[in-house]
């Protein structure tokens, strides 16, 4: 039975019944999937804990959702439309025939390999087929999935496999990347040294580079699945076992390990695919994402395949080996759903309308956007040059710990407007709240967003600390899910997402730290302190600017500067290296000697117009110099 909504009163029928009845609504969508034993409640909840719980006590595997309810009518149907990194290598297209099939020589290869139901396995992999597989191989044995986007370095990869004590690393020899080649497997290599948990590593030959693979430890993937059974039963799980860790930044300065769990997961990816972007059976859906961040989970992965759709799957870069890549892919395959970020647009943009001229267009029916907020500019370029001025554009609010878009138009059905993510999905309660937590009801107000009602996919705990799960998201207000972003509904009731209000910063739709990022440049021997904040930048949407102190002596600046950039690229990863460093004598305090980031913020943003009243810093006199060294006066 499909959920999917038609109309405009349909939304708005939906969403109240949603909010009024919540356990009979998403009780009413959850009796579509395949469940091995019903569940006993719907929900139960508080947000003091919190303890969230959905679907209580019942049994299923999700993978079943996705491979055997769908094999009679799918069997031959693309699952996965794979296109590699260079134009020039054959692409892939796998059926759910033979995903199922791959999917289950993989879990008998796990299996022969020592991993069990609840085990932790890390998947540090390209965009290939074979990433997907082991996402759904985990799933389906039961052991817990955490993928690391590989391009964190190895120190990042290692904090997060002692974080969750993994077993096992899933990884390639190399990755390609445009026109570079990552060595993955000499990055595992160094991360696995510290890290006493990894028994085993299976490695995926790609680029076929050679590697050094240990004795007793690294299996080539080739040899693990030789052999292999291409059946499996699945094992059932209980509705709220773990399905996935992801690791992602917060204000403090360690990643959180976002759990996930299964049977709420599982209904509201699918549920939510299926509405915001209306896909109809037979379309070919594409989103950009990697699987390394949340978007590339529910949206190229569990919602798509649990739809039975056909999701698009890229290897490579935007710009590889022109610009124009994207459409010639959207072209070749008749794309008909088409998301990405806007960072990707503005990127995009700088390069005209010249390599989109060669290519149709023709068969995109929406088009989405996702993981940062998008100008009015790039916004409407898309629309109008990708979408041609009649495919609606959804611009999709959600986040890690929310497991699926939580704000969004659905494509053709609920009205777009320029720069809004509009309104919430059925299910969803969003509030706008004040200082003090007052929940501001009308149009024409702006605050904190919170979410003061459970949703399905939301996230359960932070992996291994529940205190930090609570201190995090369920402290600043009583009763509340709070999502660290700042929110105002406008004077006709849509929501607009107005950025992050807490310390991390968005980098091309990449969630930092900035916690994190001083961390790394700490390492740097000369540093003496550092400060770090976000300032726009017009592809990125932000930018990261690093203030630093710093003994000088036997450097110039420049070379520090370049040294401090290369300690957080080793450190962290490419995604975190600064792009403007500013050497400082001191940094604003506060006489309680808190960092005045305020005044950071604006100096790197090139507004000095109004920093306030500085003379009750500690020591008010080294704005100036900043300002001064930041080249504005
Ligand atoms: O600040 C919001 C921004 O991205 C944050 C979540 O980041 P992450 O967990 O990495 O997930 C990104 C993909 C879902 C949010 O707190 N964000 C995400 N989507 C939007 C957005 N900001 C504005 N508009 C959006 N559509």
Same mark, same amino acid.
């Given at each position: 039975m499909s959920h999917k909504i038609q109309t405009l009163s349909g939304y708005f029928h939906e969403y109240q019944k949603s909010v009024t009845n919540p356990e009979a609504f998403w009780a009413r969508i959850a009796e579509s999937f395949h469940w091995k034993k019903q569940w006993d409640k719907t929900l139960e909840w508080n947000f003091e804990e919190p303890d969230v719980k959905w679907f209580v006590n019942g049994k299923l595997n999700i993978t079943e959702n996705i491979f055997e309810r769908h094999l009679y009518t799918k069997?031959?149907?693309?699952a996965i439309i794979w296109e590699p990194n260079g134009p020039n290598e054959a692409n892939r297209i796998v059926t759910y025939r033979e995903l199922y099939e791959m999917t289950n020589q993989f879990c008998n290869a796990l299996e022969a390999q020592g991993i069990q139901k609840g085990d932790r396995v890390i998947i540090y992999m390209p965009m290939v087929p074979e990433a997907a597989v082991a996402m759904l191989a985990c799933a389906r044995i039961g052991a817990i999935h955490s993928v690391v986007f590989a391009g964190f370095s190895s120190s990042s990869l290692a904090d997060r496999i002692n974080d969750c004590e993994a077993k096992m690393v899933l990884t390639s020899d190399g990755n390609f990347r445009g026109a570079k080649q990552i060595p993955v497997k000499a990055v595992v290599d160094e991360a696995v040294e510290n890290t006493p948990s990894i028994e085993k590593v299976i490695v995926l030959k790609r680029t076929g580079e050679e590697v050094v693979m240990k004795e007793g430890r690294d299996v080539w993937w080739h040899d693990a699945i030789q052999?292999?059974?291409s059946e499996y039963t699945a094992k059932e799980m209980d509705s %709220?076992?773990?399905l996935f860790i992801l690791y992602t930044s917060g204000s403090t300065g360690k990643p959180k390990g976002v759990v996930h769990t299964t049977g709420g997961y599982m209904v509201y990816s699918e549920y939510s695919f299926s509405n915001v972007f209306q896909y109809s059976q037979g379309d070919v859906y594409w989103c950009t994402a990697d699987i390394g961040w949340i978007t590339g989970h529910s949206y190229i992965v569990y919602g798509p395949l649990l739809a039975g759709a056909t999701t698009l799957m890229f290897e490579g870069v935007p710009t590889f080996p022109h610009a124009g890549r994207f459409w010639e892919i959207v072209d070749k395959y008749k794309v008909n759903q088409f998301y990405t970020a806007p960072t990707a647009i503005r990127a995009l943009q700088v390069y005209g309308l010249e390599p989109i001229a060669p290519y149709s267009l023709d068969s995109l029916k929406v088009i989405g956007s996702v993981g940062e907020p998008i100008n009015e500019e790039a916004w409407h370029w898309y629309h109008d040059h990708?979408?041609?001025?009649?495919c609606p554009l959804v611009d999709t609010w959600w986040q890690t710990e929310t497991g699926g878009i939580m704000i969004s138009a659905l494509a053709g059905i609920t009205p777009n407007k320029p720069a809004h993510a509009s309104l919430p999905l059925p299910g969803i309660q969003p509030v706008i709240v004040d200082a003090e937590g007052n929940e501001l009801k009308g149009n024409n107000v702006e605050g904190n967003l919170c979410i003061k009602f459970p949703w399905p996919s939301m996230l359960r705990t932070t992996y291994g600390d529940h205190e930090k799960c609570k201190n995090v998201y369920f402290s600043a207000y009583k009763n509340m899910y709070f999502t660290g972003d700042g929110a105002k509904r406008d004077h006709d009731g849509y929501l607009r997402i107005l950025g992050r209000v807490d310390d991390v910063i968005n980098v091309s739709g990449h969630r930092m730290g900035t916690a994190e990022v001083e961390n790394a440049i700490n390492e740097h021997p000369k540093v003496v302190e550092s400060a770090v904040v976000g300032y726009p930048h017009d592809v990125k949407g932000q930018g990261i600017y690093a203030y630093v102190i710093c003994d000088m002596e036997g450097r110039t600046e420049e070379s520090l500067k370049q040294e401090i950039k290369d300690t957080v690229r080793k450190i962290i990863g490419p995604i975190a290296k600064p792009d403007m460093v500013q050497i400082v004598p001191g940094l604003p305090k506060t006489r309680s000697g808190k960092i005045m980031r305020r005044i950071l913020r604006k100096v790197a943003s090139k507004d000095i117009s109004n920093l306030g009243d500085?003379?009750?810093?500690?020591?008010? %006199?080294v704005v100036d110099q900043i300002v001064e060294g930041a080249g504005l006066k």
């Open positions: 069997g031959d149907t693309p052999g292999q059974s %709220e076992d773990l990708i979408g041609k001025g009649n500085t003379s009750t810093l500690l020591n008010p %006199e």
